[in-house]
């Protein structure tokens, strides 16, 4: 598959040139116009970290849909294989079935009459034609329909294994349109003044603030907490799920699977777990969630804080649960 390689070249020219706030003039962008002061360019990073977020959603969401899609793949060829199996298991039956083929014919009950001894005998030959007429009708239409079954169950198998290639080329394009972003993001933010990447990750994560969970109210979600926020200083990684690199739906995965609690590693599948709570309920260990649609999550530590996993360059961090884009919350504990 060929990779896109170019994307916002006037952003990272810009970038550049503005690292100590400089304003200069820059030639036109095919792709976008190029910020020209350091203010444009510090807002051009930060809507590509945004944009990463999503995209990084996106690779779950691609990853699951790969995974069920292989998984139905091979339900479907044992299904076919199955099938296969109950018809070649009727193939000695039609044999034998082939090589009598008078069962049930005229001939077959003439040779009867012309053989029996007696009347008694008669019926008795002429009933065990039809008998053996029956069975024969039975068993080819069995054979008939299981390979109608056959057929149906191999186009499917067919059917099913190129779903799981489509959604394979689908993860992995979606990863390469990841990683290239990822790049220039990198690229773009090492260009900035320090003050600046200051801002941009105050804007993305939210400051930092000295952590201060309160009492959670059961013991998973106190495990789930502690675990988290031993993750604080852990630097961020997209599909990162631990135990010392994390995204932020594989940082509250990681916590509550100390919890004894299985979540998905998808903050759009996660903010579909346990039950909904609003922003005046919130309770440590409960998960909050940003943006529309969601493509960040964090774990609420109580007194108005969160720990999570925000953007790439970024540590595991405790923030203000209000850092802007807050959308809903869901209780996955009792």
């Known amino acids: 598959m060929t990779r896109t390689t170019t994307r ?8 550049l040139a503005l690292s100590a706030g400089a304003c200069v003039a820059l030639l036109p962008s095919t792709a976008s116009a190029a910020p020209t002061t350091a203010a444009a360019a510090r807002q051009a990073v930060t809507e590509t970290g945004q944009k990463l977020s999503a995209l990084d959603e996106q690779v779950h969401e691609a990853t699951a849909t790969a995974e069920q899609q292989q998984a139905a ?4 060829a044992g299904s076919a294989a199955q099938a296969q199996a109950q018809l070649d298991a009727l193939e000695p039956q ?34 065990t034609l039809d008998q053996l007429a029956s069975h024969a009708d039975a068993v080819v239409a069995e054979a ?8 149906q169950a191999q186009a499917d198998a067919t059917a099913a ?35 600046d990447q200051v801002r941009v990750h105050n804007v993305l994560s939210g400051p930092d603030v000295t952590a201060a969970p309160a009492p959670a109210p059961t013991e998973a979600a106190g495990v789930a907490v502690q675990t988290a926020l031993a993750q604080v200083g852990d630097m961020y990684l997209p599909g990162g799920s631990g135990p010392d690199r994390f995204d932020c739906s594989g940082l509250t995965q990681y916590a509550y699977a100390a919890a004894g609690i299985s979540l998905p590693h998808s903050s759009r599948a996660q903010s579909g777990m346990g039950v909904a709570v609003s922003r005046a309920e919130l309770q440590p260990g409960d998960l ?5 649609p969601i493509s960040h999550v964090g774990m609420y530590i109580g007194n108005g804080q969160m720990v999570h996993a925000s953007v ?22 009792g």
């Open 8 to 15: 916002r070249g006037g952003t990272r020219a810009a970038a």
């Open 73 to 76: 793949a091979a339900a479907a």
């Open 94 to 127: 039609l044999r034998s079935i082939a090589q009598t083929g008078m069962v049930g014919t005229t001939r077959g009950r003439l040779a009867a009459f012309l053989t029996s001894g007696s009347a008694d005998d008669l019926i008795a030959q002429m009933s």
């Open 144 to 151: 008939a329909a299981a390979r109608a079954a056959a057929d």
């Open 161 to 195: 294994a190129a779903a799981a290639d489509a959604a394979a080329a689908d993860l992995e394009a979606q990863k390469e349109q990841l990683e290239d972003e990822l790049a220039g993001y990198q690229a773009d933010f090492a260009r900035l003044s320090a003050t």
């Open 288 to 292: 909050v969630f940003f943006y529309s």
């Open 312 to 333: 790439t360059g970024k540590p595991v961090a405790v923030t203000s649960v209000d850092k802007g884009g807050y959308v809903s919350a869901r209780r996955v504990t």
